[in-house]
């Protein structure tokens, strides 16, 4: 049998296996039908009512089974299991719950005429109905009608009604009535198991019987209701105009903070593109100054080179001649306009950028050292040394400068460790040991949450890996309960040790034994 859960819309089912589950659930019912009235029958024949204080069987049933019927419905139960029993073998499974005894009770006593009419009923269906039974009982042993003088000429129209109202008890019994109404709006109807019930004209359908389907009230009582049905109509309308100006005057509300939501964002937004195109622009301008100084730079060198090669294919060649001195001289002039153009970095070293400024100034620093080098001069070697952070000297500053090449590789190293799945201090050590001396300048490229968590991993590695007294352990299966729990170690018992849960401290049970790999060392959530 299928269990369905209705707030779950979205499960996909198939026919067959939904038509399945319908027609074992049906059939579970009708069963446990059954079921009720063979241990009701065990209760009443050993008298078991007597052990919960019961007099009777009748008592019993009227305090213990109010909500399922009381001692009438189990009477029907019996009845039901006696027309059962009466029956044959090959005839019994055509009845498969008890409610279509009823029609059949009348003919326990005649077991022929019994069986004869659930006979004709499986005949026409396989699995007949309440109403099929009733049918065929009226074929084997039709009532008689025995008229009185009291009875009303009109209800002898009718021979027979059938109760069409879903609500009631007996929906879809059929029965015939016998006596006089009591009442314009009831009437005294007798069905085939021999019960008779006041039943209202508009729980039942049977179009040969005048009688009113509403019930009817005295002239002064008519005016009275109609009275309050217009005053209700009206309370009515009046709730509905107020429902709808409320409703209306929410809407609007609503409407207006959105709206009001909605300006703040784009404000904001605005805001946020403005301040990031300042930035953006400041960023520019900075990597435009850094592109004309790169420029110079390498016209410098260029011309260093030119220098240079002219002497190495005319070493011989005297240089002492006038014209030869003065162009020198306006060589050195022009170099020296330049580097007093660069000298201005040192500023700029003292006060970094705010976007990339390591980087920034690393390459700065390095495009000095090449330009001291080059030119032998004492100032751009100075802002070499600020920009690095190393000594105002050629060897000093070459060895920094060979330090900060090997920095982007190893931001990207220690990154690449961080990143993995459960990194641990050791694996971020093997890689870290290479860089270790320029620690201190990949520690300051790395994000604070980079760092904190380098912390952790080192704290993590000098905690205790043995459990021993004293430790504060939880249990390692994640599947117990005890596995968030804390807990201390007071005892060690050699293979074992004896923990105390700190929320046992109330409870009789304090400790307990355990092995030691069955427990961790316990994490704050």
Not at 210 to 237: C, D, G, N, S, V
Not at 261 to 287: A, F, G, T, V
Request: proline share 4%; with cysteine; aromatic share 6%.
């Amino acid at each position: 049998m299928l269990t369905l859960n209705l707030s779950e819309t979205t499960l996909a089912l198939n026919y067959g296996l939904l038509n399945s589950s319908i027609q074992e659930t049906f059939a579970a019912i009708d069963r446990f039908e059954w079921q009720a009235s063979d241990e009701l029958r065990l209760m009443q024949d050993n008298k078991y009512y007597q052990d919960g204080a019961y007099t009777s069987f009748e008592a019993y049933c009227e305090s213990e089974l109010t909500k399922h019927g009381g001692y009438r419905r189990v009477k029907d139960l019996f009845a039901a299991k006696r027309v059962v029993d009466t029956l044959p073998e090959d005839l019994r499974d055509k009845i498969t719950k008890p409610s279509q005894t009823r029609p059949l009770l009348r003919l326990v006593k005649t077991p022929d005429k019994l069986e004869q009419a659930v006979a004709i009923a499986a005949k026409e269906k396989p699995f007949p109905t309440a109403a099929d039974f009733a049918k065929a009982v009226q074929q084997v042993a039709p009532t008689v009608k025995r008229a009185t003088k009291s009875e009303n000429p009109k209800t002898q129209l009718c021979n027979s009604v059938t109760v069409s109202s879903l609500s009631h008890p007996r929906y879809g019994d059929s029965g015939v009535i016998e006596a006089s109404a009591p009442n314009r709006w009831q009437q005294i109807v007798t069905f085939a198991d021999g019960e008779r019930l006041l039943v209202n004209n508009a729980d039942l359908d049977a179009a040969s019987v005048p009688f009113p389907r509403e019930r009817t009230y005295p002239a002064e009582y008519t005016e009275a209701i109609a009275a309050l049905e217009e005053q209700h109509k009206q309370e009515l309308e009046r709730l509905s105009q107020e429902l709808r100006i409320g409703l209306q005057s929410e809407a609007t509300a609503r409407a207006e903070e959105q709206v009001s939501e909605q300006i703040q964002s784009l404000q904001n937004l605005y805001k946020q593109q403005r301040e990031q195109n300042i930035q953006l622009q400041q960023r520019l301008d900075e990597m435009e100054s850094l592109r004309q100084f790169e420029t110079e730079n390498q016209q410098l060198k260029q011309r260093i080179q030119d220098l240079e090669n002219a002497v190495e294919q005319r070493p011989s060649q005297q240089w002492e001649n006038t014209m030869t001195q003065q162009a020198t001289k306006a060589l050195n002039k022009q170099v020296k306009q330049a580097l007093e153009k660069t000298i201005d970095l040192r500023s700029l070293a003292q006060e970094p950028p705010k976007e990339n400024a390591q980087e920034c100034l690393r390459l700065m620093g390095m495009a000095l050292k090449n330009l001291a080098s080059a030119m032998n001069n004492t100032q751009a070697l100075e802002a070499a040394a600020i920009i690095l952070g190393s000594e105002p000297t050629q060897s000093a500053i070459a060895y920094r400068a060979e330090q900060l090449e090997m920095l982007p590789q190893a931001v990207s190293d220690i990154r690449r460790v961080l990143a993995q799945p459960g990194c641990t201090w050791q694996d971020y050590w093997a890689v870290a040991q290479e860089y270790e001396v320029i620690k201190s300048d990949y520690l300051a490229e790395l994000t604070t949450q980079e760092t904190e968590l380098i912390t952790g991993l080192q704290t993590a590695s000098t905690e205790p890996d043995t459990i021993g007294v004293g430790s504060i352990v939880a249990h390692a299966d994640p599947y117990r309960t005890l596995y968030v729990a804390r807990g201390e170690v007071i005892q060690d018992l050699g293979d074992e040790v004896i923990v105390a849960w700190d929320h046992w401290q109330n409870e009789s049970k304090k400790t307990d034994r355990y092995f030691r790999d069955e427990l961790r060392f316990w994490q704050p959530q």
